[in-house]
C-alpha cells in the first residue's frame, strides 16, 4: 500500500501582507476568513488521506484473517459513541441560530410576571445557552462565548453576562437574541414543577 502523500503546503502568511485601503479592520478579518478557510481546506484533505489508509489497511487485514470483521464494526462502534459524546462537551462547534428578523412582530414576549418570582425562580432562564443568530453577530451588541462560537457569553456563575446581578433583569432587553423573546418558562420543565402553584424546579441550581 502506497504511503498517503500529504496536501501540498501552502503559505498562510501571504494572505497576511498588510494593504493600504481605507477599512484596514475590514481587511484583517477578510484576511483572517481567507487564513481559516484555507486551514480548514488543508485540514479536510489531510482527513481524506487518513480516512482512506485506515480503510485501506482494515480491508487488508480482513482479507488476510487477521482481522475479525464483525467484532471490529462492533468497537469501531463503541469507539465513535464514545469520541462522539466527548466531542459534545470539549470540541470546538460553530453554532450559528437561523431564526428570522428578531424584531418582527410575531416574537411577542410572553407577559409572565417575572418580577414578582426571581424570589423564585432565580432569573434561571437566564442561564440558559443557545447559538446567537447572525443577526445579533451583526449588531455587535449581544456577546458571545470566545470558546464556544456563536454561545452566547456567560458569566462565571453560569448568567448571561447581559444579566444585571443585583436585579437579574436584561441589560440589552431591545437587542436581545430571538430565543430570548419567545421563550416561555411556564411550560418550561427546567424551570418549573408547576407554574401556576409557583413550585420551581428544585434542580435549577444544575443548569
Not at 437566564?126 to 443568530?133: D, Q, V
Request: proline share 8%; with cysteine; charged share 25%.
Amino acid at each position: 500500500m502506497e504511503t498517503p502523500v500529504p496536501p501540498p503546503a501552502a503559505d498562510p502568511t501571504a494572505l497576511l501582507q498588510p494593504v493600504d485601503r481605507p477599512h484596514p479592520a475590514a481587511d484583517s478579518v477578510a484576511a483572517g476568513l481567507q487564513f481559516t478557510n484555507l486551514m480548514t481546506t488543508l485540514s479536510q484533505e489531510a482527513a481524506l488521506d487518513t480516512r482512506a489508509a485506515v480503510m485501506a489497511l482494515t480491508e487488508l487485514l480482513v482479507a488476510q484473517g487477521v482481522l475479525d470483521l464483525a467484532e471490529f464494526q462492533r468497537r469501531r462502534t463503541a469507539a465513535r459513541d464514545l469520541l462522539a459524546d466527548q466531542h459534545q462537551h470539549y470540541a470546538v462547534r460553530v453554532l450559528i441560530g437561523d431564526k428570522p428578523d428578531k424584531y418582527g412582530t410575531q416574537y411577542a414576549t410572553a407577559e409572565i410576571d417575572c418580577a414578582a418570582r426571581y424570589h423564585l425562580c432565580k432569573g434561571s432562564c437566564c442561564r440558559l445557552r443557545f447559538p446567537l443568530t447572525r443577526q445579533d453577530l451583526d449588531e455587535g451588541v449581544v456577546r458571545w462565548d470566545y470558546s464556544r462560537p456563536y454561545l452566547n457569553a456567560q458569566r462565571a456563575d453560569g448568567y448571561c453576562t447581559h444579566n444585571d446581578p443585583a436585579t437579574l433583569r436584561c441589560t440589552i432587553y431591545a437587542q436581545r437574541p430571538t430565543v430570548c423573546r419567545q421563550f416561555d418558562c411556564r411550560e418550561d420543565p427546567r424551570i418549573w414543577v408547576d407554574f401556576a402553584a409557583r413550585i420551581p424546579n428544585p434542580a435549577l441550581a444544575d443548569l
